[in-house]
DNA sequence: TGACTTTTTTCAAGATATATACTATGTATT
DNA sequence: AATACATAGTATATATCTTGAAAAAAGTCA
């Protein structure tokens, strides 16, 4: 029941201009020529789209490259200063912003910290403002360049113009962040749940690059998982998918601390380890304390491997991905040293046929990745919308 | 990372084409003034492409409607002769084929029964290839009027001119299907998993009807999920996902027929009831068996459904559906007296932002579906690339 | 019969991608 | 240094497409 579209022939351009700016920028440097090919579109209106481009400023013209014997191609490329984006981590413990060029060059930062318990939205509105704000400063950049802003935020986020937010760690109950920024900004918003966002950056640029069909795995205090189909990012009925960690692996097991029982969460999860392992939880040591459970070889650690294995081969079983990659930094704690062990665990614990098409990769990008992520939900919509971009004038001058 | 396609010109028409017959198909007998409401075209579009569909004999003509005071609508609707689809079922009892005109009546059928364990290849290619003869004979219709056949089949299908077809329940490893077919007819062949099909068609005709996000969830002896993501059939990278009766939702616990330990189809699968109740098993009569533990309350039936309604739970957690239908005969035993409780169980095992927003019906199909999902394979394509249609000369006759 | 209403078709206009011919810009050869 | 050659990119003519406006069609109502 795929539902076609497009009507006029305007839109024709306006998806061919799409399609030829997502291939600039996910290739890189390129000739008109080699668009072609690369597109599938005639060498006449690639010249034609690019020249559009070009004049628009969004594409520029990035040096040549000589052939034997023949003109030299013309190499092009986004421009990486045609605008910017901004991408917020709001964490447990910080917001952090971040403002970035189209090349994903970080060119700002600020960071506020958060104490423990305090996370009032009022505060975290204040902070992502005034992030804003100062990334703007520091980098020189006018707003009028600013082609979006992406939030990545802990809880279920609610697509919608208000952006309502569930998020119980947070005491979050239906708090309307979107509505609540755009009282003190108004560059155009993207908020978005932050396991999501760093998701699709390691599906852009880290460990995910390429795949159609992945799942992004997350382990820290909590767990979550990033659902890509068919190269996007899952989102369900009501922006809620993905939310892995509160499946039930060992029915009536141990409780979780949304106050179920047998959650995945309460296995994989980095507290959950070290409670199962008799350690004082202390957000400020969690990492240590991990890290020496795992050197240590803790059976609490094996046990938890045997979980995580499980729980890998249930996202495999389910979504049949070519892809899994595991991040999180207790994900990759546990990663970086037992991925064998892990990956043993899922065989024995997925079908056969699946799991032999499925790789299980290590993420590659840090924490800042949420930030990153978030940022890239506004390239997403600079590269199908480019036509209209809010910072089209500032960006010409 | 959406790819945007669509190059020239001429694949406008061929989408709008899509567009308009899409809507002929599912909204039923419409005047060519209602459609361009319904899809957004303009009243020229739609008398061009109508038009088209006319003479190519797609579409016909379904009466009036008059209106007050203005010239009357003509109706339009899909020639349901215009063109037939063969729906094939495998199941582990029988091969059944079906033949539809497009309007989904069944215009006639031919079932082969199968021997317990005899699910010899040729066999069963056999009978799928003595059916397609005896319906084409049944019904009248000419070879070249077939759209395609539509296979469902149990275990995991690759998807690819092959067909390659892992069935552990039939023995069957790497069986091409779609090639061993092919050598017999040369109608255009769509080979897919029978949960699959049959989730399709409750979607389409079914409970399911409407939805974007939906699991239909399949529980007879063995267990499985149709995902459908953006109102398709999610299919995952090698058209394996849905595999949720293998999912782990006990780590440890019963042992599965896979081999596996503490998978869901332990626990809800048809035959692991029985076995759980003391029953002896019997092919012939765990139907009447299943229903006669529901029927008395058996605390193994309790269970059951508290295992039901957190399997539900994970895939609202992971896929956050708009809803959830249970079909397959097992899930309707249980679930026509006891979908209160599967209801309840599921809510204690998820969390309540996506559980609120999902609701859990029965599916509405018999066991028919299979083969009318397998049909709907076959409409699916004709829906999508119907200008090139095979039976296009046999139809215009 | 004639005015009016609503649906459908016709027609001209504007926009697009493509093929083909053509121009631009280099290297290789004489 | 001049010329031939090879490759990259552009301009033009053509066939399609969708659309808005006008026209036609086919009724009702007074």
Redesign the interface.
């Known amino acids: 029941?795929?539902?076609?579209?497009?009507?006029?022939?305007r839109?024709?351009r306006k998806?061919?201009r799409?399609?030829l700016l997502?291939a600039l920028y996910f290739v890189g440097p390129t000739s008109r020529h080699e668009l072609t090919a690369l597109t599938?579109?005639s060498a006449a209106?690639v010249s034609n789209v690019t020249g559009d481009l070009l004049a628009d400023n969004v594409i520029v013209e990035a040096g040549l490259v000589d052939s034997d014997g023949g003109r030299p191609r013309v190499l092009l490329r986004v421009n990486p200063v045609y605008g910017y984006a901004i991408g917020v981590d709001v964490g447990e413990t910080h917001v952090r912003v971040e403002l970035f060029d189209l090349d994903m060059n970080e060119k700002a930062k600020a960071e506020y910290a958060l104490r423990p318990g305090g996370h009032e939205v009022e505060l975290v509105v204040r902070h992502i403002l005034a992030g804003i704000e100062a990334v703007l400063a520091d980098s020189g950049v006018a707003p009028g360049q600013v082609l979006g802003v992406g939030v990545g935020v802990p809880g279920?986020v609610e697509s919608g113009p208000d952006a309502l937010i569930?998020a119980q760690t947070f005491g979050w109950d239906s708090v309307p962040l979107g509505a609540l920024l755009r009282e003190g900004t108004s560059l155009p918003l993207y908020v978005d749940n932050g396991a999501k966002t760093m998701g699709q950056a390691e599906?852009?640029f880290g460990a995910g690059r390429g795949s159609?069909?992945a799942v992004i795995a997350l382990i820290g205090s909590g767990v979550g998982?990033s659902?890509i189909?068919?190269?996007?990012t899952?989102?369900?009925?009501?922006?809620?998918?993905?939310?892995?960690g509160?499946?039930?692996?060992?029915?009536?097991g141990r409780t979780c601390r949304?106050g179920?029982r047998?959650c995945l969460e309460a296995y994989i999860g980095a507290e959950a380890i070290l409670e199962r392992a008799g350690l004082p939880l202390d957000t400020a040591t969690e990492q240590a304390q991990l890290a020496e459970l795992v050197r240590s070889g803790s059976p609490v650690i094996d046990e938890t491997v045997?979980?995580l294995g499980?729980g890998l081969?249930?996202l495999i079983?389910?979504?049949?991905?070519?892809r899994i990659v595991v991040g999180g930094w207790a994900g990759l704690t546990l990663g970086h040293h037992l991925l064998t062990k892990i990956k043993k665990a899922a065989a024995?614990?997925?079908?056969t046929?699946?799991f032999s098409?499925?790789s299980i990769v290590l993420g590659r990008l840090g924490p800042d990745a949420v930030a990153l992520g978030a940022a890239t939900l506004v390239i997403?919509e600079f590269l199908?919308s480019n036509t209209a971009a809010p910072a089209r004038e500032a960006a010409a001058l």
Chains 1, 2 share one sequence.
Not at 234 to 244: D, F, I, L, P, T
């Open positions: 029941m795929a539902r076609p579209e497009r009507r006029t022939v839109d024709l998806g061919n799409a399609v997502r599938g579109l209106t279920i569930h599906l852009w159609r069909n998982a659902i189909t068919d190269g996007v899952y989102r369900g009925a009501n922006s809620s998918a993905g939310e892995w509160h499946t039930k692996i060992a029915l009536g949304c179920g047998g045997e979980y499980a081969a249930n079983n389910l979504f049949n991905p070519e024995e614990n997925c079908l046929q699946p098409t499925a997403e199908l």
